[in-house]
């Protein structure tokens, strides 16, 4: 036997360039078999292995499936968000025993940037109920704190104290990038063989302020990062402002503040919480606009202006606008169509003296609700639209910040309201990528005391009234999920199988195709005395050795390409592909391969013999 | 000892009605060589594929080393050419993708029986291997791919492979049909020898009359 094997060799390496063609077409078929069956294989183990105890994952109505993969996989976008009214609800309720606020949708050089809370790092758990470990550094609490993932670190080359300047949106760095506010690297994960370990965790405060920041295109340096956990600080301290003397005005520090004098170019949009402000004095403002003033008390001074369509301006009841000249205002909620008039919109428009041309002005400041919680710190505030003296020329200014929030500006600097530039802001649209409001989350992932309560909590927020909610069950939208992949596998695998049969069939063509010309070889060997059943085995064994070449071949090949392909496959779906190893699994699928190569191979086996039997010592050529 | 009997020797072509030989009977004792003759067709060829054990004889008529040819299984006779029987065709006798003295060696590597007659140690192999080759003036060709030679050393070899572990007959087809007069006696010549030294006998079919000269005993077919 052992010679028969090393005759089988010397023969196949006496043709080794068929054999090698042979051996190729079946390295090919072996490595998308097992490459088609491993990724199948890892994309479950890695999925199902990724998130453990947590009960339910809530997020915005929608695909269960697209909950799941954002929020825990991160996966694809989420394109809509909680409110952080949902979000507290459902996390005070008493089955509930923690729960892990999500912020999505931004990510650097592919690694997504998650905004959460301690909470993620306390109770997410993976694999068998594992928890997340710091390996070194720590979290802190500054809002430039990042904590970073394994994978992220090695990856991206980051190590403690380290900035990151993050990009705006999903995938590559090809959007606007603000280097003014740079994360700096606080701490890195130990690895865990999840989506975490390619995550950069951020407080979820801070992720609020980047979006804000962008919104503003302008410069939040130091909020405070608690504004967004205590909401009550916001205008309750507000009584009796004190802006006085503002010429570009500074609206910093806003406690005690009273008499706000002498501003100008102020501009009020849409204040939805504005109720407690009391005793503001805005006399002597020139060129101010307050868009949709709700609850605005005590305005004083403020002369010519003209609200047109207040949406929620109900309250506005004593403002003084003094000195305001000209302006017209049409429509404040949303869409300023300022023909002709000098006018402001929405933000904050300051308007010195000067005058806005003849030009279609499509400020859509959708759902602005500009919460001025002003903090302890003078801030400069982005919406600084204070216009000097000059003129928007006969221009269309495409600004379209789609549903901002601007609830943690914490102290905003009114400053310097005039000489304002608004080129920046000129056709600013990202609305290609989603990020939820300030004080809102992506989804949210909660463990329950009692497992059990789960299904009847999932059907109680399925109905929430407020908010339109689903509540995912990790496992069952696994299984969900499995059964839609399911059909692309059986696919895969059957394409695959199919590919191996076709390089089989190759081997014993080729195999066929030297019967012929062996039939002389055979004869020699039957003269020395080798038995019809020993030429048999020796075309078995050369199908063998073909076979299991092509195994090798394939498997190593396999690997290199999983080594190869791994930073694209990661950066196009967040999935880990692990380096190439032999399980049971594969050596199954090994076994199938060479048991259905030695199938194959009966036929030339058959028909060598049965002409070796026939032609005896004198092979008739 | 007797190593050969024939009795009444035929044999009939499966799908022939006429046999191809009929009524061959002879006797040759261990030791003596027999020259087959005859013209093209008359059955030599089938003769010797009878001898071998691969075409099957009737029962009673082939005994061979004293064994009844046509009462064993074909297994049996593959057994039995395996461990007593050296055989050298008219041509390619050797396989391609094996050097020389691999070729050379082929038989014991395979064939336990004759392993066995080496005492069974791959050293021992090489060196019988070497050593025969240079009976037949071979040794500086050991190393070399059989496609290198020319067809009268081939044939050279294809001796050399047959004696391999000490076969008691060596069978031959016109091992020297293809060569010339030189490198013809060359190969007469070490066979001859080899056989001696062996004490094998030689059952060698030829057209080459000159031949005749070596053999104890001569057997005509006529067509
Ligand atoms: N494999 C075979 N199947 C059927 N008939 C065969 C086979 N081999 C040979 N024969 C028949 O046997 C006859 C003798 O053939 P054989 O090869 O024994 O002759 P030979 O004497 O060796 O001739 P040559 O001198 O040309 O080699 C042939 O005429 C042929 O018809
Ligand atoms: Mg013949």
Redesign the interface.
């Known amino acids: 036997m052992k ?2 094997l ?2 089988a060799f ?2 196949l ?2 043709r080794r360039l068929s054999a090698l063609l042979t051996l190729l077409s079946i390295a090919l078929s072996v490595a998308l078999l097992l490459g088609v069956e491993r990724i199948r294989h890892q994309t479950q183990d890695h999925f199902s292995r990724s998130v453990s105890g947590t009960d339910l994952i809530i997020g915005p109505r929608g695909s269960s499936v697209q909950v799941l993969l954002a929020s825990v996989f991160r996966i694809g976008a989420m394109n809509n968000a909680v409110s952080g009214e949902s979000f507290a609800y459902w996390s005070q309720r008493p089955e509930v025993a923690w729960s892990i606020p999500l912020s999505l949708g931004d990510s650097f050089r592919g690694h997504p940037v998650i905004g959460t809370t301690q909470a993620y790092f306390d109770h997410f758990r993976y694999g068998r109920g594992k928890a997340l470990v710091i390996a070194e550094g720590e979290w802190g609490s500054g809002l430039d704190a990042m904590l970073i993932g394994h994978r992220a670190a090695r990856d991206l080359n980051l190590k403690i104290g380290d900035q990151v300047v993050i990009a705006h949106g999903g995938g590559d760095e090809s959007f606007v990038e603000h280097g003014d506010h740079p994360f700096t690297v606080t701490g890195v994960l130990e690895p865990t063989g999840t989506p975490v370990d390619q995550g950069l965790h951020v407080h979820i405060e801070a992720m609020d302020r980047l979006h804000q920041e962008f919104e503003a295109g302008g410069d939040i340096s130091k909020m405070d990062p608690l504004a967004r956990f205590m909401p009550d600080i916001d205008l309750d301290a507000h009584d009796g402002h004190d802006h006085s003397t503002h010429e570009g005005h500074d609206h910093g520090n806003h406690e005690g503040h009273e008499d706000h004098e002498g501003h100008e170019g102020h501009d009020h949009g849409q204040h939805d919480e504005g109720e407690d402000q009391k005793g503001h004095d805005h006399s002597a403002h020139e060129g101010h606009d307050h868009g949709n003033h709700k609850g605005h008390e005590d305005h004083e001074g403020h002369e010519g202006h003209d609200h047109g369509q207040h949406d929620e301006g109900e309250k506005h009841e004593g403002h003084d606008h003094s000195a305001h000249e000209g302006h017209g205002h049409v429509d404040h909620s949303h869409d300023h169509d300022h023909s002709g008039l000098h006018h402001a919109h929405g933000h904050d428009h300051g308007h010195g003296a000067h005058g806005h041309g003849q030009g279609d002005h499509g400020h859509s400041h959708a759902d602005h609700s500009h919460d001025h919680s002003h903090g302890a710190e003078a801030h400069s505030h982005g919406h600084d639209h204070g216009h000097g003296a000059h003129g928007h020329g006969q221009g269309d200014h495409g600004h379209d910040h789609g549903a901002h929030d601007h609830s943690s500006h914490a102290g905003h600097d009114h400053a310097a309201h005039s000489g304002h530039d608004h080129g920046d802001h000129s056709g600013c649209d990202h609305g290609d990528h989603f990020h939820p409001p300030a004080g809102s989350v992506s989804a949210f992932l909660i463990g329950l005391h009692d497992r059990r309560d789960a299904l009847a909590l999932q059907f109680e927020i399925q109905r929430y009234e407020e908010e339109a909610l689903q509540a995912v069950m990790p496992g069952v939208t696994l299984l969900e999920l499995w059964e839609i992949m399911g059909l692309v596998e059986k696919l895969l695998f059957g394409i695959s199988i199919f590919v191996v049969a076709v390089g089989l069939s190759g081997m014993a063509l080729s195999l066929l195709a030297r019967m012929q010309e062996r039939r ?2 055979m ?12 030429i048999f085995l020796l075309i078995q064994l050369e199908a063998l050795l073909l076979c299991v070449g092509g195994l090798i071949l394939g498997s190593l090949g396999l690997a290199l390409g999983l080594k190869l392909l791994q930073p694209a496959v990661l950066n196009w779906s967040g999935l880990l592909l692990d380096s190439f190893s032999l399980g049971p699994q594969e050596f199954k699928f090994m076994f199938v391969v060479l048991l259905l190569g030695q199938v194959i191979s009966l036929l030339p086996s058959i028909l060598s013999t049965r002409s070796a039997l026939h032609d ?3 092979p008739k050529l | 000892m007797i190593c050969l009997t024939m009795k009444d020797l035929s044999y009939t072509w499966p799908g022939q009605d006429r046999p191809i030989l009929d009524g061959l009977s002879l006797q040759l004792s261990q030791g003596e060589h027999l020259y087959v003759h005859g013209p093209s067709g008359s059955g030599k060829s089938s003769l010797l594929g009878l001898l071998a054990g691969i075409l099957p004889a009737a029962p009673d008529q082939l005994n061979v080393l004293g064994l009844d040819l046509g009462k064993q299984s074909p297994l049996k006779r593959d057994r039995f050419r395996a461990a007593h029987l050296g055989v050298i065709f008219q041509q390619f006798n050797l396989l391609s993708y094996l050097s020389v003295l691999e070729n050379v060696e082929l038989p014991a590597r395979m064939i336990p029986e004759r392993r066995n007659k080496l005492d069974g140690k791959a050293s021992a192999i090489r060196d019988e291997a070497k050593r025969l080759l240079s009976r037949l003036n071979l040794e500086e060709l050991a190393d070399r791919s059989v496609q290198q030679l020319s067809v009268g050393q081939q044939q050279r070899v294809a001796a050399a492979r047959a004696m391999m572990g000490s076969p008691e007959v060596l069978l031959a087809d016109e091992p020297s049909s293809a060569l010339d007069e030189k490198n013809r006696d060359l190969l007469m010549q070490g066979l001859l020898e080899l056989c001696k030294e062996h004490e094998s006998s030689l059952v060698l079919v030829s057209h080459d009359p000159a031949l005749a000269q070596h053999f104890e005993q001569q057997l005509e077919l006529r067509p």
């Open positions: 010679h028969l090393i005759l010397r023969s390496l006496n002389r070889e004869a020699i060997l039957r003269a020395i005395g080798v038995t019809p059943m020993q005896g010592l004198s």
